[in-house]
């Protein structure tokens, strides 16, 4: 391949491997609706585990990573909503703008995203990246466990200059799923009560939401203490550690007995979105925010859902509008009322990527943030 420069990347080559840090190659020049990204900075999720632990089916060789910031370097034909220089976060539904659910105002669900990014590849079906012959694909189409991205153009939001790149990373998939799960998803009204359950990047980011939203109550559930002071320190007024009481009784007795307006689960296990669903109230709301593992199930009572006209309903990505969300989260945090410094809880090279997985698979720390 002529005309390409080197990558350095960590690269997914099957369930249950280590990532392998090498050196790929990328087109130097971005085709036609692409940009080109030189990555700052991107947050190691626990979606990225899903598919590193053969949770998710995912296709190898392929680069992991999706919540991401850097600097556009080229951009290709065509391309009006970025230039060089600019400072941008990356998002993983690259919306088309025109199908059915765009013009509905729910980019989320993009029938083009779904066709292209969920299967972590381009427009044109293909991927960019290659190991000498072989394509490589990027995870969701983003792969930001790399210094560089070639990405659509509309997977890239530009966003103010003086905001750190680090923290801005983290908008582009932990905060803007939380915050957006109460605000756009949930619609939650002010002085609600919440549980969340989970305290984790994800859930920690819910209970911001809770808090910016109004809500007077946010309980927050989790088996670590240490997490559940963080719930605290990002604005919880009640802790649950789970492991020491049963949680849906612990929720009755701190409302007095009804259960929540609204209850957010975090984490993507089976036994907590039921816990979710039955602390609610009559006429409550369950939010299913945490990923679960393929194929897993769960069970409710249909007729207690229609009696009690209880919802379970789903978020995906905080339900969020990323051009106009990401900037104004960062407006937020920039002005002190989102806290992301304390969510990046270590900062760390590629090549501990390895490391920091581990660290998330026994639940220390928020976020792990690679720096390039």
Not at 330 to 344: A, P, Q, R, T
Request: hydrophobic content about 40%; proline content about 5%.
């Amino acid at each position: 391949m002529t005309n390409t420069i080197p990558v350095r990347a960590a690269v997914f080559t099957g369930p249950n491997e280590p990532l392998d840090i090498k050196t790929l190659q990328l087109p130097a020049e971005p085709g036609d609706g692409e940009v080109l990204v030189q990555m700052v900075a991107s947050g190691v999720c626990h979606s990225d585990l899903h598919a590193l632990d053969g949770e998710w089916d995912t296709p190898a060789p392929l680069v992991l990573g999706h919540e991401g910031a850097g600097v556009v370097q080229r951009v290709g034909r065509g391309v009006d909503n970025v230039q060089p220089g600019d400072h941008v976060i990356l998002s993983w539904t690259p919306s088309c703008g025109r199908c059915e659910y765009c013009a509905a105002g729910r980019p989320v669900l993009c029938e083009v995203a779904n066709e292209t990014a969920y299967r972590h590849v381009l427009a044109d079906g293909k991927t960019r990246l290659r190991d000498g012959e072989t394509p490589v694909k990027s995870f969701l189409g983003a792969g930001t466990f790399a210094d560089h991205a070639m990405v659509p153009s509309t997977a890239v939001v530009k966003v103010r200059e003086d905001a750190p790149l680090a923290q801005a990373a983290l908008v582009g998939c932990a905060v803007t799923t939380g915050i957006g799960a109460v605000i756009n998803t949930a619609r939650m009204e002010a002085g609600s009560t919440v549980l969340v359950v989970g305290c984790g990047g994800v859930g920690l980011n819910v209970v911001q939401g809770a808090r910016l939203a109004g809500a007077r109550q946010i309980i927050v559930a989790d088996v670590s203490e240490e997490k559940l002071e963080l719930g605290r320190k990002f604005g919880a007024t009640d802790t649950v550690n789970s492991k020491e009481r049963d949680l849906v009784q612990a929720v009755r007795d701190i409302t007095g007995g009804p259960g929540v307006d609204y209850a957010f689960e975090a984490i993507g296990l089976p036994r907590t979105i039921e816990q979710a669903y039955e602390a609610i109230r009559r006429g409550g709301t369950a939010v299913v925010v945490g990923q679960v593992a393929d194929g897993v199930k769960i069970s409710i009572d249909p007729f207690v859902m229609s009696d009690q006209e209880k919802k379970l309903i789903g978020s995906n990505y905080g339900s969020s509008r990323q051009v106009i969300d990401f900037p104004r989260i960062l407006d937020l945090y920039m002005e002190g009322k989102v806290d992301l410094d304390s969510m990046i809880t270590n900062r760390i090279d590629l090549d501990q990527v390895n490391e920091s997985f581990d660290e998330m698979r026994v639940g220390n720390g928020i976020r792990s943030v690679i720096e390039y």
